[in-house]
């Protein structure tokens, strides 16, 4: 068999993911995301295992189908499947395109990688998932499309609008974009930063050094029946492969490859003018591999950070928010998306990804910073400063990967309890100006909102019924009054069921004996 084949088969299969997912984050028409997410998804890895966990279906085996190739041919999820490999794939093609100095084996970084993989496990034991939010690769490709490079089409999209406008053509409408999290958006660019430099610098060495997928997947590829490996006999010893590997794995002159740190791109096999390499069963007596002689300081940073991982916890904050208010407003809690279910589940799962933040069409989504204290960076919250929650819309739990947010029909979702309404008195300017207001009623969706005659000011003020909120947030989204609101939500820690608002029925007698008047 030509064993060059399998580059171009690789080659094929990581364009089919990388367009897929990076059209799944700039749908900036809200069409495709409800339908096709849960396909490109389903096989990355941190989301999948999540989301096993939290629902255990069949649906959510990805992970597994991922466990079962490395334990069959290695890595080939690094290269193929998850987008940030491939990202790192194209850096490293457009830096082969200027020739610039070839790689070469290089000893592997066992503390760093062992490092990393401990402190995700750690804080995933600890039921928070911080770790795996910050250095999961999928989740960090994702924030790096949602949060740099769906602005810029956005922006060349509105631009084209007003050029069209300009010449009385109206065929295309302007998306009306309401700006990212500046954190999000700093710490996306950083990643997008050391991913462009390792890349150009060191080819793979973020995926074999800081990657927690990546060393897992390396510790599964060290025991898969498939492997790369040097046939003596055959080997010229041209270093070709060396010099062409990415993942700096391959030492040719004592004839080894590091099967751990291996990508499986099968670049090496494209390049030998010799049949010197290869695929080799597992049981193979060639030289394959280096023996890993670090297990004990694996061993014992799992426990030094077992033993201080609670203190991590203690750190987390309240925070206030509207700080410039008179009357500051504050939430017990962040509002976690409908069907999140709980913020615990919701934190305990969500790895910060941001497709759903990508996929709400009102944008009330918003990368959370602290609201959800130190663990919970980046995380989504609804933020109804910028957007409210539309009472017919399932995007983000129609696209979730992890079980963070899970799957509701619109019925389910229209019950789903967020929050309450509460009303600020000091605030509203029925009270302070003595004048009529009532946007908070005209946009509450289940009339839980509704103005009623107050006898002490002879003015009509907002009435809340909590049973018949959801908390949608769509009375804070409309109320007027600046620098702070006058009725906000009121976040649950776990999600309620609200009432089903009664239908008013209009009845109109009919007289039915009377002839047809004209």
């Known amino acids: 068999m030509n064993l060059a084949i399998l580059k171009k088969i690789r080659v094929i299969v990581s364009i089919i993911f990388i367009f897929a997912i990076s059209i799944v984050f700039l749908d900036i028409s809200f069409t495709i995301q409800p339908y096709f997410s849960q396909y490109p998804l389903y096989l990355q890895f941190i989301p999948s295992l999540l989301k096993f966990l939290s629902i255990g279906s069949i649906a959510t085996f990805g992970f597994i189908f991922v466990i079962f190739l490395s334990l069959l ?100 409408a302007p998306i009306e974009f309401k700006g990212v999290s500046l954190f999000s958006l700093m710490f996306s660019i950083s990643i997008l930063g050391l991913i462009l430099f390792l890349s150009i610098k060191y080819g793979r060495l973020y995926c074999n050094s800081v990657c927690p997928v990546g060393t897992f997947l390396g510790i599964l590829s060290k025991i898969s029946f498939f492997k790369i490996g040097i046939i003596e006999d055959n080997c010229i010893k041209c270093g070709e492969c060396e010099v062409i590997c990415k993942s700096n794995c391959i030492d040719s002159e004592n004839e080894i490859v590091d099967f751990s740190r291996c990508v499986g791109c099968f670049n090496c096999f494209d390049v030998c003018p010799s049949t010197g390499i ?82 709400c069409p009102t944008q009330v989504l918003q990368p959370a910073f602290l609201e959800y204290g130190l663990l919970g960076i980046m995380q989504p919250r609804m933020d109804f400063k910028t957007g409210f929650c539309n009472y017919d819309c399932v995007a983000c739990l129609s696209v979730c990967p992890s079980g963070a947010i899970l799957p509701k029909d619109i019925d389910e979702k229209k019950t789903i309890q967020l929050g309450k309404s509460k009303l600020v008195k000091e605030n509203c300017v029925v009270y302070t100006e003595k004048t009529d207001c009532g946007a908070c009623a005209e946009h509450c969706p289940t009339k839980a909102v509704k103005m009623q005659l107050d006898p002490e000011i002879n003015k009509k003020a907002p009435i809340i019924t909590e049973e018949l909120c959801i908390g949608c947030g769509a009375c804070e989204y409309a109320c007027p009054t600046k620098p702070y609101k006058s009725i906000y939500i009121e976040s649950s820690a776990i999600h309620g069921i609200a009432q089903i608002p009664k239908q008013e029925k209009i009845e109109q007698k009919i007289d039915y004996k009377e002839e047809f008047p004209f």
């Open 73 to 172: 041919f290695g890595r080939v999820y690094c290269s193929s499947i998850c987008p940030l490999g491939i990202l790192q794939d194209v850096f490293t093609f457009i830096r082969n395109k200027f020739k610039i100095k070839k790689y070469l084996y290089t000893k592997p970084l066992t503390k760093t990688r062992y490092f990393f993989l401990i402190i995700s496990i750690v804080s995933f034991l600890i039921g928070t998932t911080v770790g795996l939010n910050l250095l999961d690769p999928y989740s960090n490709f994702g924030r790096i499309i949602n949060n740099i490079v769906r602005p810029i089409i956005i922006g060349i999209k509105n631009i084209i609008v007003f050029v069209f406008e300009s010449l009385n053509i109206y065929v295309l």
């Open 278 to 359: 290869s695929y080799l069963p597992r049981y193979s007596k060639s030289k394959s591999e280096i023996p890993n002689s670090d297990k004990r300081y694996f061993i014992k940073s799992l426990a030094i950070l077992t033993i201080g991982a609670e203190r991590i916890l203690k750190a987390q904050q309240k925070i206030e928010i509207y700080k410039d208010s008179t009357k500051p407003i504050l939430r017990k809690f962040p509002v976690s998306p409908p069907g999140s279910i709980s913020i615990s589940n919701f934190t305990d799962n969500c790895t910060a990804c941001h497709l759903c933040v990508a996929s």
